[in-house]
């Protein structure tokens, strides 16, 4: 066991005059495992960056192991898979290796392979292997979950929970739960470590939250209160003060030393009330600061006016010679809420493809209802260019409801004005998602939405879906929420 140190780390980008970090203070054991959690775009990817030094910064981070990162960059995916390891950890032993790949459910033969021929999901398994084999090391783990179909996850998961020593990012929820024992939260005004999972993690921060609205209420009535007894005891002393002249005409002459030690006391009683006003002032300024605003999304689904808007009959899918899916059969009814399983490469995206509009070869029947208005939302977000105002023309949705959903799910103004190629692989999901519930449409087809995305929003989305019941097929490894919101499951 060793300790990481972070004191005072401050850090902005150059030409930035918004601090990422600022003063951040926090001490990591280095047998902890770490799920790593917070809104997108809040800086996770850069403190990791922090930590391998890639940037400079105020402040100091101390620590007695070296720090690896995940994903490791490959350079020339047409080398065997050994030799990729081989580029990664020259040293390793090929039993070590072969023990990692076995707790992966890897089989041996893909050392043997070149690596650009393996799946998604076994290019993360063989990386992560390669990466635990490195000693002395803490390993920071950025995303691992985001080509891993539902079954791989539960493989991973189980791995990493008989591990130590790491920073994970994930924003799956039953990923972190199964296998981290602290919660580094990155908040808005802070980062702070919690022990448990995630779940136990997100408990506490609704009661905090909680908490701090009630406080925060309470010490606005009294605020109120006091202020107002402040005005009332000040117009007492002024009144009484008057006093000390007598009443006009009266020939009464009034005892100044009595009226003036009155007022005093008076003003000292409305000082009093006037401390603990600016008392109660500055313990509210100190509440609600890492609140997270997740305020309700909206979504406009047309009504059909017949039940039945899909049909797939033993619909077969080619490219080329290659069968992407075979004997496809189910169909979509206005309401369902269809969760599309199967494993990567199985098809799934190519049949929504293909009831998307995407002129597809395949055989089989395949009927969609006439005059159907579809929203679809890819994978795929590496054509998003320009600005925000640009990208809404472009897709002909109203730019005001654009923009006020993307505030929702977290966007600050800031990010209104930059270039969606420079947005995080989070905020890219975001802008799709955002421009699909600016469409009225009678079916919402979604391939993979939560790519990248953080759990609060996660959440929100549910809420959305589970609020209005829109017609949806989705493909979606978040397991939580499917189970959430899936009234049927399709598996291929």
């Given at each position: 066991?060793?300790?990481?140190n ?11 005059y918004?601090?990422i970090?600022?003063t951040v203070?926090f001490q ?6 770490l799920g790593f959690?917070?809104r ?10 922090l930590l ?16 690896e ?9 047409q080398?065997?898979t050994?030799e990729?390891i ?14 990692e790949l076995s707790l ?13 021929t393996?799946s998604k ?10 990466l635990?084999l ?6 920071l783990?950025?995303?691992p979950t985001n080509h891993?179909?539902m079954n ?10 008989s591990?130590r ?6 924003h799956?929820?039953?990923?972190l ?6 919660i ?8 702070e ?9 997100w ?5 905090q ?8 209420e ?8 006091l ?6 005891t ?6 009484v003060e008057?006093?000390?002249l007598?009443t006009?005409?009266?020939g ?6 009595y009226i ?8 000292k009683r409305a000082?009093?009330?006037?401390a603990r006003q600016?008392?109660a002032m ?7 600061k890492n609140i ?8 406009s ?6 039940d ?9 899918i080619f490219?080329?010679?290659?069968t ?11 309401g ?8 990567n ?5 190519s049949?929504m493809?293909l009831i998307?509009g995407e ?5 089989g029947?395949?009927?969609?209802a006439?005059q159907l208005t ?12 320009g600005n ?5 023309r472009e ?5 005001s ?5 993307l505030?929702?799910l977290d966007?600050?103004r800031i990010q209104?004005?930059?270039?969606l ?20 449409a ?5 391939d ?8 609060i ?5 549910e809420?959305l ?5 829109p ?12 189970k959430?919101?899936a ?6």
């Open positions: 066991m060793s300790l990481i972070v004191t005072n780390l401050t850090f902005s980008y150059d030409g930035s918004d601090n970090f600022e203070s990591i054991d280095t047998d902890w495992k959690t917070g997108n775009g809040r800086g996770k990817t850069t403190f990791l960056n391998l030094g890639k940037y400079e910064y105020r402040g100091t981070i101390s620590a007695t192991v070296n720090f990162y995940f994903p490791f960059e490959v350079t020339d995916e080398s065997n050994i990729v081989e580029s990664i950890y020259p040293d390793y032993l090929h039993w070590q290796m072969m023990r992966l459910r890897v089989l041996a033969d893909v050392l043997y392979r070149p690596f650009a393996l999901g076994e290019q993360t398994k063989v990386l992560l292997a390669a635990f490195k000693e002395n090391s803490f390993l783990i950025d995303e891993l179909d791989a996850r539960k493989i991973v998961s189980d791995y990493l929970r591990k020593g790491f920073i994970l990012v994930s799956d929820r039953a990923f739960d199964n296998c981290v024992d602290h580094l939260s990155i908040n808005k005004t802070n980062i470590i919690q022990k448990g999972n995630f779940s136990s993690w408990e506490n921060k609704k009661m939250d909680q908490f701090e609205l009630a406080e925060n309470k010490l606005r009535k009294d605020i109120t209160r202020s107002t007894a402040a005005k009332r000040a117009n007492w002393s002024d009144k008057k006093t000390k007598g006009k005409n009266s009464l002459r009034p005892d100044r030393g003036g030690h009155k007022s005093a006391k008076m003003m000082k009093a009330v006037e600016q008392s500055e313990e509210k300024s100190k509440l609600l997270e605003n997740s305020e309700r999304l909206k979504i689904p047309l009504s059909f006016h017949a039945r808007l899909i049909e797939l009959e033993k619909v077969s490219y080329g010679e290659k992407a899916c075979a004997g496809v059969s189910f169909i979509i009814e206005q369902d809420r269809i969760a599309l399983y199967g494993k490469g199985s098809g799934k995206s049949i493809k998307g002129n597809i070869t395949y055989t029947t395949f009927r969609k006439s579809i929203s679809y939302v890819s994978q795929d977000t590496s054509h998003l260019r925000l105002t640009g990208y809404a897709n002909d949705i109203d730019e409801l654009f923009k006020a959903i505030r929702k966007f600050s209104f004005d930059k270039d190629s420079a947005f995080s692989g989070g905020q890219k999901k975001k802008v799709l998602i955002a421009k699909s519930l600016c469409e009225q009678h079916l919402y087809i979604w993979e939405p939560l790519n990248f995305i953080d759990v929003s996660r959440m929100q989305i809420e879906l589970l609020a209005y019941s017609t949806i097929l989705f493909v979606e490894h978040d397991r939580e929420f499917c959430n919101i009234t049927k499951i399709f598996e291929l």
